[in-house]
């Protein structure tokens, strides 16, 4: 298996452009989590899917932000309008099951952002 | 309460030497403590994982060692190679997909 596919893997834009970051899960994967990762603020679950359906976005940081799962196979994080305190490297992870405790989760490499 | 406080930021050992990195934690509800490795350019992977129900759990050079009363957990790395070079976080999670992680050691093994 190809593992957790993530597109682009660095995206440079400037302030106020809209971002759009792409995941393909592992297949046969029912959970997706979209997580952010930063010096100061370490990871961070920003939404978690189950099914393709958004099941807690608790952590997206405020409405610039969505995400989206049309399909078991692709899920997209926008950013619109970006903002340089964006800037940081967004993984996408999936698990086989329905997001259980000891449900591994396997990460993508990850899209580095800068936000300019 | 929520947090995971892990300890040293970063780390260098000699190879063939014992790499040891720290975590702690207050909630009492989380029953859950994974290790992630993270290499540089690469997603987290888990490495090894413990309930607080077991003191201790090996895998090959990889040992978690669980003090519950304490609320404190560790990784030790036996016979670290430079192989091992990367950065490893700790998480905690209460029966949830919701880990909570630390905030990462970057380990250092010299050749």
């Known amino acids: 298996d190809a593992g957790v596919i993530q597109s682009p893997r660095h995206e440079v834009t400037e302030m106020g452009q809209e971002v759009t970051l792409r995941c393909k899960p592992i297949?046969?994967?029912?959970?997706l989590f979209w997580y952010r990762q930063t010096m100061m603020r370490g990871l961070e679950l920003l939404i978690y899917?189950?099914?393709?359906?958004?099941?807690?976005d608790s952590g997206m940081p405020e409405d610039r932000f969505s995400a989206k799962m049309p399909n078991a196979s692709f899920s997209t994080l926008k950013i619109q309008p970006s903002e340089p305190r964006d800037s940081a490297v967004y993984f996408c992870?999936?698990?086989?099951?329905?997001?259980?405790?000891?449900?591994?989760?396997?990460f993508g490499p990850g899209t580095r952002l800068t936000v300019l | 309460q929520q947090q995971v406080k892990q300890s040293p930021q970063s780390l260098i050992v000699q190879k063939g030497g014992i790499s040891i990195i720290n975590c702690a934690y207050e909630?009492?509800?989380?029953?859950?403590f994974p290790w992630y490795q993270q290499f540089p350019g690469k997603g987290p992977a888990l490495l090894i994982a413990?309930?607080?129900?077991?003191s201790e759990k090996k895998e090959g050079r990889f040992t978690i060692s669980f003090n519950k009363s304490a609320k404190q957990f560790s990784l030790h790395i036996m016979d670290s190679q430079p192989g091992d070079s990367a950065t490893y976080f700790c998480?905690?999670?209460?029966?949830?997909?919701?880990?909570?992680f630390g905030t990462g050691t970057r380990l250092k093994v010299l050749a």
């Open positions: 992870a999936s698990s086989l099951r329905q997001g259980w405790t000891t449900d591994t989760q396997y």
């Open positions: 297949s046969g994967h029912n959970s």
């Open positions: 899917f189950n099914n393709n359906v958004p099941i807690d």
């Open positions: 909630n009492t509800a989380f029953d859950y």
């Open positions: 413990i309930r607080p129900d077991v």
């Open positions: 998480a905690a999670t209460s029966g949830t997909y919701k880990y909570i």
